[in-house]
């Protein structure tokens, strides 16, 4: 009986110890659920930040697609691109303005994330000024200036019936004032379209000027880039003087000192061309032939150009689109001695006949004289569009190759809802999910929707050559200057 | 069988001694006692982790948001102009484009309301279908270490800064964003977070 009363007396401790451990592994437990829901939250948000970058990356990768040419497509919802702990994949679309909609949707453990940009692919920062000056540009008496698109057909096709010119179209640019010459009705200056001068600048009119279109200054000054000149060989001096023997230079990649075209003789150049010249002169009576409908050419002067009065310039292929005239030449300071243009200035075009093309001079001042019918756009240090000038702005020589180095620009960024598909929709670890669908992720470089190129290039030797076929197959260290590139 | 019977006297003395139960008791006490003393310090290191934890996530989330709308906006649009330093901005979220031109959403604004210590985020502010957003409270009315002297206590950079701050430079904004809560106990927890964005559009 002791015993017994004993043996109940051992149990009271027990319970009050088991009571005290079972409060304080209450406390534990909801100390560790607390913990836990706040880890998950972090978690999710950690997740979503990275999903965020990733989607960034995917973006980048687009941006630096559309820049090479391609479509901007990286992968897609059924197999995506691999990128760390997460995948992605980038939707185009290319829009009515010519802009490219690039979608990135990234996924990284539980985080989902959307972003879109829209981008102006090929924007030359030049061409699409139409006739630019960094500094004060100026229309003289007569000057007529319009616009067409080359992409449509040629001019003369465009040309309304019984009208002299577009009546629109044309778009002068400049960092400063624009003066328009012309008080007298019927001789005065002309431009169908928009003047825009620069920030602090002005449209300077005489006042029989006709400006069909804006004269609003722009918001903000525009920058010359400078010229790429490419590395190459020199060949010397080179003196075209027989008039039974024309010069020829085709689909190659060369550079002289001096290339001087004497009087009766005649220098043809055909595209594919790349060119470079420290001085090139036409002297009068002779003749310089630029045909683009082969390929495109560029032409660099690095020093001085001087196209004589009575010298003469065609373009057959009459797309302005295909031929660059990029003069790095400086203007001299005062008392310098004597450029090829033999008054001191290094650029003097006082050429006959017609100009396609882009012509780019940012150290120098370029005067386009009555005497070259001009297609295409311009842009120089400054310009002056002389008395009778005749000038048409080519729109389609906005999205054109333009010699200059240029990225596609970002228009747009914003924030898109996420797409409506199973792998978003399912809030688990994307890589495991698609584990188990047997779905290996691609490599981002394999993930691009184009893989084939079809590619015209000069290699470092100066030879063209062209390549089709898969891109992974391609030698990109081979590449001098690209010509031409085609992605399918 | 012999058996042996206790004596009466015996049986009423059976039980504790004065000093088994001293001792008893001593013990119980300290026992209690550190149970006591067990129970505090996990109750409080309980509300200590679970307060910050809370308001580490409600400075990651409030960031994360404040972030994402400067990412979205437009650069040039930003109010104030840099390089003022100040715990209101003024933006409009970029929605795409259209025809060629940006598109911009209604004004929107973030700031931070003294005396109640609230971030709000407010959408047409001050005008007509203006819709105000509590994002997080408990933000002072100085950002962590900063004290109102005219000088850099808190060694940023930045003199005298808000518990939200925007410092503006170009299309790069600098957030920084301080959180503090008192437990029962008057025990202070402060979090702080810095960031730089650069607005994308």
């Known amino acids: 009986m002791s015993a017994e009363k004993s043996g109940r007396r051992r149990g009271s401790a027990l319970i009050a110890s088991l009571m005290v451990v079972l409060v304080v592994a209450g406390l534990g437990v909801a100390m560790v659920q607390v913990h836990s829901a706040v880890t998950r939250k972090q978690v999710r948000a950690i997740d979503t930040k990275r999903a965020f970058y990733v989607a960034e990356a ?166 010359l880039p400078a010229i790429e000149v490419p590395q190459l060989e020199s060949h010397g001096d080179l003196l075209i003087d027989d008039p039974d023997r024309p010069l020829v230079l085709a689909r190659q990649e060369v550079a002289y000192d001096r290339l001087t075209i004497a009087a009766g003789a005649t ?88 100009f396609y093309g882009f012509l ?56 898109v809802s996420l797409p409506d598909t199973p792998l978003v929709k399912l809030r688990l670890d994307p890589l495991g999910q698609l584990a188990l669908q047997g779905i290996t992720p691609l490599e981002t470089s394999l993930a691009h929707k184009e893989r084939n190129i079809n590619i015209k290039y000069f290699d470092t030797t100066g030879i063209l050559r062209l390549f089709t076929g898969a891109e992974a197959d391609f030698d990109w260290s081979a590449v001098g200057v690209l010509v031409a590139v085609d992605w399918s | 069988m012999k058996t042996t019977r206790v004596p009466a006297a015996a049986r009423a003395r059976a039980g504790f001694t004065i000093l088994e139960l001293v001792i008893g008791l001593v013990i119980l006490g300290l026992l209690l006692a550190n149970v006591g003393m067990v129970l505090r310090s996990s109750t409080a290191a309980f509300e200590a982790g679970a307060l910050s934890g809370a308001l580490e996530n409600q400075l990651e989330q409030t960031m994360d948001r404040i972030e994402l709308a400067i990412m979205s906006s437009d650069g040039e649009d930003l109010a104030p102009s840099a390089p003022l330093s100040a715990s209101i901005i003024d933006y409009e979220r970029c929605l795409g484009v259209e025809d ?15 005396g109640s210590g609230q971030v709000v985020w407010t959408q047409n502010p001050e005008a007509a279908g203006e819709r105000r957003v509590v994002w997080t409270r408990w933000v002072p009315e100085y950002l962590e270490l900063e004290l109102p002297n005219g000088a850099d206590d808190n060694d940023n950079g930045v003199i005298d800064e808000g518990g939200l701050a925007f410092d503006l430079d170009g299309k790069q904004v600098s957030i920084r964003l301080t959180l503090e809560r008192e437990d029962e106990r008057s025990t202070r927890y402060a979090r702080t977070r810095e960031s730089r964005v650069t607005c994308r559009n």
Not at chain 1, 307 to 332: N, Y
Request: proline share 6%; aromatic share 4%; net charge negative.
């Open chain 1, 267 to 354: 220098a043809r150049l055909d595209g594919p061309l790349i060119l470079r010249v420290a001085e090139l002169i036409a002297q009068p009576g002779s003749t310089l032939v630029l045909d683009t409908v082969a390929g495109p050419i560029t032409v660099i002067c690095t020093d001085s150009i001087a196209l004589h009065e009575g010298s003469k310039v065609s373009c057959p292929g009459q797309d302005p689109t295909s031929l660059a005239l990029l003069i790095d030449a400086h203007e001299p300071e005062q008392g310098d001695g004597d450029g090829a243009g033999g008054d001191g200035q290094p650029v003097r075009i006082e050429a006959s006949g017609d």
């Open chain 2, 100 to 114: 060629g031109e940006l598109v911009l959403d209604d004004p929107e604004r973030i700031e931070l309301v003294l």
């Open chain 1, 58 to 223: 995917g973006l980048s990768e687009a941006f630096m697609a559309l820049s090479y040419g391609k479509s901007g497509i990286v992968a897609d919802e059924d197999v995506p691109a691999r990128f760390g702990d997460g995948v992605y994949w980038v939707e185009a679309t290319e829009l009515a303005d010519g802009t490219v909609a690039l979608i990135s949707n990234g996924l990284c453990g539980s985080g989902r994330f959307s972003l879109a940009v829209v981008v102006a692919t090929e924007v030359s920062p030049m061409t699409e000024l139409g006739a630019f000056s960094g500094r004060t540009l100026t229309v003289h008496e007569g000057c007529v200036v319009d616009g067409y698109d080359s992409s449509l057909g040629t001019y003369a096709e465009q040309l309304p019936p019984g009208e002299g010119d577009m009546g629109g179209g044309a778009r002068i640019h400049s960092n400063s004032d624009v003066v328009l010459f012309g008080d007298r009705p019927g001789s005065a200056a002309t431009v169908q379209g928009d003047v825009h001068p620069g920030p602090d600048g002005q449209a300077l009119m005489g006042s029989a000027v006709l400006v069909t279109g804006s004269t609003a200054p722009v918001e903000s000054a525009a920058p």
């Open chain 1, 360 to 415: 780019y001079a940012p150290h120098a001042t370029l005067v386009l004289p009555a005497s070259l019918r001009f297609f295409g756009a311009l842009a120089a240090d400054r310009v002056v569009l002389a008395s009778g000038a005749r000038v048409s702005i080519d729109r389609a020589r906005a999205t054109a190759r333009t010699g200059l180095e240029h990225l596609p620009e970002l228009v747009a960024w914003h924030i």
